[in-house]
Protein backbone atom coordinates (compact mmCIF):
# COMPACT_ATOMS: atom_id res chain seq x y z
CA UNK A 1 0.00 0.00 0.00
CA UNK A 2 2.54 2.26 0.97
CA UNK A 3 4.41 1.73 -2.44
CA UNK A 4 1.55 2.37 -4.45
CA UNK A 5 1.20 5.89 -2.50
CA UNK A 6 4.27 6.68 -3.48
CA UNK A 7 3.75 5.64 -6.84
CA UNK A 8 0.18 7.62 -7.09
CA UNK A 9 2.31 10.70 -5.62
CA UNK A 10 5.07 10.92 -7.87
CA UNK A 11 2.82 10.44 -10.91
CA UNK A 12 0.10 13.69 -9.65
CA UNK A 13 3.63 15.33 -9.11
CA UNK A 14 4.50 14.59 -12.86
CA UNK A 15 1.37 15.43 -14.40
CA UNK A 16 1.89 19.02 -12.24
CA UNK A 17 4.69 19.73 -13.54
CA UNK A 18 3.80 19.16 -16.96
CA UNK A 19 1.56 22.02 -16.82
CA UNK A 20 3.53 24.37 -14.82
CA UNK A 21 0.35 25.52 -12.84
CA UNK A 22 -0.46 27.38 -15.77
CA UNK A 23 -4.44 26.82 -15.86
CA UNK A 24 -6.56 26.75 -19.22
CA UNK A 25 -7.48 29.82 -18.57
CA UNK A 26 -4.33 31.64 -18.37
CA UNK A 27 -3.57 29.59 -21.63
CA UNK A 28 -6.81 30.77 -23.35
CA UNK A 29 -5.81 33.97 -22.30
CA UNK A 30 -2.81 34.11 -24.34
CA UNK A 31 -4.46 32.42 -27.12
CA UNK A 32 -6.50 35.72 -27.08
CA UNK A 33 -3.58 37.92 -27.15
CA UNK A 34 -2.42 35.95 -29.84
CA UNK A 35 -5.87 35.85 -31.57
CA UNK A 36 -7.73 39.42 -30.94
CA UNK A 37 -7.08 42.57 -32.88
CA UNK A 38 -6.65 44.78 -30.47
CA UNK A 39 -3.32 42.78 -29.22
CA UNK A 40 -2.70 43.02 -32.99
CA UNK A 41 -3.19 39.33 -33.28
CA UNK A 42 -4.09 36.74 -36.18
CA UNK A 43 -7.20 38.23 -36.68
CA UNK A 44 -5.45 41.51 -37.64
CA UNK A 45 -2.80 39.80 -39.72
CA UNK A 46 -5.08 38.22 -41.66
CA UNK A 47 -7.44 40.92 -42.56
CA UNK A 48 -4.26 43.76 -43.41
CA UNK A 49 -3.32 40.17 -45.72
CA UNK A 50 -6.01 40.32 -47.66
CA UNK A 51 -6.10 44.36 -47.84
CA UNK A 52 -2.61 44.36 -48.92
CA UNK A 53 -3.98 41.60 -51.70
CA UNK A 54 -6.18 43.92 -53.01
CA UNK A 55 -3.99 46.76 -53.25
CA UNK A 56 -1.88 44.71 -54.92
CA UNK A 57 -4.62 44.28 -57.54
CA UNK A 58 -5.16 48.03 -57.80
CA UNK A 59 -2.04 48.64 -58.23
CA UNK A 60 -1.96 46.15 -61.19
CA UNK A 61 0.85 43.91 -59.93
CA UNK A 62 1.54 41.38 -62.18
CA UNK A 63 0.94 37.50 -61.96
CA UNK A 64 3.57 35.99 -60.25
CA UNK A 65 5.30 39.18 -59.10
CA UNK A 66 6.43 39.47 -55.53
CA UNK A 67 6.22 42.67 -53.77
CA UNK A 68 7.80 43.40 -50.17
CA UNK A 69 6.47 45.89 -47.31
CA UNK A 70 7.58 47.03 -44.01
CA UNK A 71 5.26 48.44 -42.02
CA UNK A 72 4.64 49.72 -37.80
CA UNK A 73 1.38 48.89 -36.12
CA UNK A 74 1.04 50.42 -32.73
CA UNK A 75 -2.32 50.75 -30.26
CA UNK A 76 -4.25 53.88 -30.23
CA UNK A 77 -2.83 56.65 -26.91
CA UNK A 78 -4.18 55.96 -24.14
CA UNK A 79 -6.19 52.14 -25.43
CA UNK A 80 -6.96 49.78 -22.27
CA UNK A 81 -5.08 47.26 -24.36
CA UNK A 82 -1.64 48.27 -25.48
CA UNK A 83 0.33 46.85 -28.21
CA UNK A 84 3.26 47.66 -30.68
CA UNK A 85 4.51 45.90 -33.59
CA UNK A 86 7.38 46.06 -36.17
CA UNK A 87 6.00 43.70 -39.11
CA UNK A 88 8.21 42.84 -42.61
CA UNK A 89 5.86 41.24 -45.39
CA UNK A 90 6.75 39.51 -48.89
CA UNK A 91 3.74 38.25 -50.49
CA UNK A 92 3.32 36.87 -54.55
CA UNK A 93 0.28 37.21 -56.52
CA UNK A 94 -0.76 33.80 -58.29
CA UNK A 95 -3.25 33.85 -61.11
CA UNK A 96 -5.54 31.47 -62.54
CA UNK A 97 -5.70 29.30 -66.10
CA UNK A 98 -7.54 32.43 -67.08
CA UNK A 99 -4.81 34.77 -66.41
CA UNK A 100 -6.86 36.23 -63.82
CA UNK A 101 -5.31 37.28 -60.38
CA UNK A 102 -6.60 34.28 -57.62
CA UNK A 103 -5.38 34.48 -54.81
CA UNK A 104 -1.84 35.45 -52.42
CA UNK A 105 0.66 33.63 -50.94
CA UNK A 106 3.26 35.04 -48.62
CA UNK A 107 5.32 35.32 -45.43
CA UNK A 108 5.21 37.22 -42.26
CA UNK A 109 8.07 38.00 -39.86
CA UNK A 110 7.11 40.43 -37.17
CA UNK A 111 8.29 41.13 -33.34
CA UNK A 112 6.79 43.47 -30.49
CA UNK A 113 4.93 43.64 -27.55
CA UNK A 114 1.15 43.52 -25.87
CA UNK A 115 -0.09 44.25 -22.24
CA UNK A 116 -4.10 43.77 -21.92
CA UNK A 117 -5.71 43.10 -18.60
CA UNK A 118 -4.67 39.65 -18.34
CA UNK A 119 -1.48 39.14 -19.70
CA UNK A 120 1.54 40.70 -20.88
CA UNK A 121 4.05 39.28 -23.34
CA UNK A 122 6.78 40.22 -25.58
CA UNK A 123 7.12 38.00 -29.01
CA UNK A 124 8.40 37.54 -32.16
CA UNK A 125 7.14 35.88 -34.60
CA UNK A 126 7.12 33.83 -38.18
CA UNK A 127 3.35 33.58 -40.40
CA UNK A 128 3.47 31.78 -44.24
CA UNK A 129 -0.04 32.21 -45.51
CA UNK A 130 -2.51 32.21 -48.87
CA UNK A 131 -5.30 34.75 -49.25
CA UNK A 132 -7.71 33.45 -51.85
CA UNK A 133 -11.07 34.97 -52.66
CA UNK A 134 -9.75 37.52 -54.86
CA UNK A 135 -12.23 37.32 -57.91
CA UNK A 136 -15.08 39.67 -58.38
CA UNK A 137 -17.13 37.04 -57.71
CA UNK A 138 -15.72 36.11 -54.32
CA UNK A 139 -18.40 37.06 -51.50
CA UNK A 140 -14.80 36.80 -48.50
CA UNK A 141 -11.53 36.87 -48.08
CA UNK A 142 -10.08 33.35 -47.35
CA UNK A 143 -6.83 32.57 -45.37
CA UNK A 144 -4.60 29.93 -45.00
CA UNK A 145 -1.44 29.07 -43.08
CA UNK A 146 0.58 28.68 -40.32
CA UNK A 147 1.27 31.08 -37.44
CA UNK A 148 3.86 30.88 -34.99
CA UNK A 149 4.83 32.77 -32.00
CA UNK A 150 7.71 33.07 -29.30
CA UNK A 151 8.85 34.96 -26.37
CA UNK A 152 8.09 35.71 -22.72
CA UNK A 153 4.53 36.60 -20.69
CA UNK A 154 3.74 37.30 -17.52
CA UNK A 155 -0.12 36.19 -15.92
CA UNK A 156 -1.96 39.59 -14.45
CA UNK A 157 -4.04 37.04 -12.08
CA UNK A 158 -1.01 35.49 -10.78
CA UNK A 159 2.27 37.29 -11.32
CA UNK A 160 3.76 33.92 -10.41
CA UNK A 161 3.01 32.26 -13.35
CA UNK A 162 5.45 34.44 -16.23
CA UNK A 163 8.06 32.16 -18.16
CA UNK A 164 8.87 31.70 -22.14
CA UNK A 165 5.97 30.17 -24.43
CA UNK A 166 6.00 28.94 -27.89
CA UNK A 167 2.83 28.87 -30.36
CA UNK A 168 2.04 27.13 -33.61
CA UNK A 169 -1.51 27.57 -34.97
CA UNK A 170 -2.49 26.10 -37.98
CA UNK A 171 -5.32 27.79 -39.67
CA UNK A 172 -8.06 26.15 -42.17
CA UNK A 173 -10.38 28.62 -44.19
CA UNK A 174 -10.45 31.80 -42.02
CA UNK A 175 -13.51 33.95 -43.76
CA UNK A 176 -13.22 37.23 -43.74
CA UNK A 177 -16.74 38.83 -45.43
CA UNK A 178 -15.74 41.05 -48.20
CA UNK A 179 -15.98 44.25 -48.00
CA UNK A 180 -15.88 45.40 -44.10
CA UNK A 181 -13.73 42.04 -43.61
CA UNK A 182 -15.71 41.15 -40.53
CA UNK A 183 -14.12 37.15 -39.81
CA UNK A 184 -17.63 35.06 -40.42
CA UNK A 185 -15.78 31.30 -40.61
CA UNK A 186 -13.14 29.54 -40.51
CA UNK A 187 -11.07 26.78 -37.94
CA UNK A 188 -7.66 26.09 -36.39
CA UNK A 189 -5.78 23.84 -33.85
CA UNK A 190 -3.22 24.66 -31.98
CA UNK A 191 -0.04 23.86 -29.03
CA UNK A 192 0.66 25.75 -26.63
CA UNK A 193 3.96 25.37 -24.88
CA UNK A 194 6.92 26.33 -22.39
CA UNK A 195 7.99 26.91 -19.13
CA UNK A 196 7.39 28.61 -15.93
CA UNK A 197 10.58 28.81 -13.35
CA UNK A 198 10.36 26.91 -10.44
CA UNK A 199 7.33 25.29 -11.78
CA UNK A 200 8.39 23.42 -14.58
CA UNK A 201 7.07 23.30 -17.94
CA UNK A 202 3.31 23.19 -19.71
CA UNK A 203 1.91 22.09 -22.93
CA UNK A 204 -1.83 22.60 -24.03
CA UNK A 205 -3.18 21.80 -27.63
CA UNK A 206 -6.52 22.65 -28.97
CA UNK A 207 -9.07 24.08 -31.32
CA UNK A 208 -10.39 26.94 -32.53
CA UNK A 209 -13.77 27.60 -34.25
CA UNK A 210 -14.21 30.65 -35.40
CA UNK A 211 -18.30 32.51 -35.18
CA UNK A 212 -20.25 34.64 -37.69
CA UNK A 213 -20.49 37.28 -34.76
CA UNK A 214 -17.02 38.38 -33.91
CA UNK A 215 -16.09 35.75 -31.45
CA UNK A 216 -14.13 32.55 -31.46
CA UNK A 217 -15.01 29.24 -29.54
CA UNK A 218 -11.22 27.89 -27.92
CA UNK A 219 -11.09 24.36 -26.29
CA UNK A 220 -8.32 23.47 -24.64
CA UNK A 221 -7.70 20.94 -22.29
CA UNK A 222 -12.15 19.35 -22.22
CA UNK A 223 -12.95 23.19 -21.60
CA UNK A 224 -14.34 25.61 -23.78
CA UNK A 225 -14.01 29.34 -23.76
CA UNK A 226 -15.67 32.13 -25.98
CA UNK A 227 -13.38 34.68 -26.94
CA UNK A 228 -14.64 38.53 -28.32
CA UNK A 229 -12.13 38.75 -31.35
CA UNK A 230 -12.12 42.29 -30.62
CA UNK A 231 -11.04 42.64 -27.50
CA UNK A 232 -9.62 39.50 -26.01
CA UNK A 233 -12.30 38.88 -23.38
CA UNK A 234 -13.04 35.36 -22.57
CA UNK A 235 -16.15 33.61 -21.01
CA UNK A 236 -16.13 30.09 -20.19
CA UNK A 237 -18.97 27.91 -21.48
Request: aromatic share 8%.
Given at each position: ?????????A????????????????????M?GS??????????????A??????????????????T???T????????T???Y?L??????????S?????V?????Y?????????????????????A?L?T??????????Y?????????????????????????N????????NV?????????????????????????????????K??V?G???????????????
Open positions: MAMLLVGAMCKKSGTSLTGNLSASEAVDLALSSNTHGLTSVGSDSVYSQTDLDAHLNCGATRDTIKTSPAGATSFSGGYSYTLNCNTNLPDNSGKLNSGSFSNPHMSSSNTGHVTFTVGTTATAYVFNGSLRSGSFTSKSDTSNHGSSNLDVEVHVMFQKPGRVGGTATFTLTGTVPKKGAFSFTGTVVFNTDGTAITNSSYLVDLTTGEKTKV
